[in-house]
C-alpha cells in the first residue's frame, strides 16, 4: 500500500510557473515509479511525467518537455513537479500515481494502482 498526497497548485498567469509536491508513505515507495498525470473534464487522464525512485530516471510526455521538470527526495519520499512557461492548455487537475517498478517504466494511468486526491491548476490567459 502506498498513499500520496499533492499540495501546491492553484491559479497561475500564463508563462508562470508553479510546484506540485507528492508526498508519499508506505513500505515499497523506494521501489515505485511515481508520476503526475493530468485530467480535464470529459478527456481522459493524461500522463504528465514519471520518475523511478529507484534511479531517478525521468519521462515526460512531448507537451510538457523542456518546461516541466520531476525531481525526488528519496530521504522525505517525495516527489515534486516543477512546472514553468505554464500555458492554458495545462489547465486541468493534476494527480500524483505511484506503483511497482517494473523493467518498463509505465506511462498509461491504468497501470498505477495508487493515487493522490488530486490538485487543480488553472492557468489564465
Known amino acids: 500500500q502506498v498513499q500520496l498526497v499533492e499540495s501546491g497548485g492553484g491559479l497561475v498567469q500564463a508563462g508562470g510557473s508553479a510546484t506540485l509536491s507528492c508526498a508519499a508513505s508506505?513500505?515499497?515507495?523506494?521501489?515505485?515509479?511515481i508520476g503526475w498525470f493530468r485530467q480535464v473534464p470529459g478527456k481522459e487522464r493524461e500522463f504528465v511525467a514519471v520518475i523511478r525512485m529507484r534511479s531517478g530516471d525521468a519521462y515526460y510526455a512531448d507537451s510538457v518537455k523542456g518546461r516541466f521538470t520531476i525531481s525526488k527526495n528519496n530521504a522525505k519520499d517525495m516527489v515534486r513537479l516543477q512546472m514553468n512557461s505554464l500555458k492554458p492548455e495545462d489547465t486541468a487537475v493534476y494527480y500524483c500515481?505511484?506503483?511497482?517498478?517494473?523493467?518498463?517504466?509505465?506511462?498509461?494511468?491504468?497501470?498505477?494502482?495508487?493515487w493522490g486526491q488530486g490538485t487543480q491548476v488553472t492557468v489564465s490567459s
Open positions: 500515481a505511484a506503483d511497482q517498478d517494473n523493467f518498463y517504466v509505465q506511462i498509461a494511468h491504468t497501470e498505477y494502482r495508487y
Open positions: 508506505g513500505r515499497t515507495v523506494p521501489d515505485c515509479d
